[in-house]
């Protein structure tokens, strides 16, 4: 897949468990963590707002495209 999620290293590196974001944004903390480990199919922008918001991050910190398709 070519959307990378570093949810789990933004909030490493603000000191913040899983469930202390989940609360702070309103959802599950099994909706947090399918977004997590990346098996999402879609995000909302009100959630990545929210994420943002209480992470004081930029969406691009937490989420990175890597191309999967090689060159020869």
Do not use: F, W
Request: hydrophobic fraction near 40%; proline fraction near 3%; aromatic fraction near 2%.
């Amino acid at each position: 897949m070519p959307i990378i999620i570093n949810l789990d290293v933004m909030l490493a590196k603000r000191k913040m468990r899983s469930n202390e974001l989940a609360a702070k944004i309103g959802i599950t903390e099994q909706n947090l963590s399918v977004l997590k480990n990346a098996r999402a199919k879609a995000l909302r922008l009100s959630t990545l707002d929210a994420i943002c918001k209480h992470l004081q991050c930029q969406p691009g910190d937490i989420l990175e495209y890597v191309d999967d398709e090689t060159t020869d």
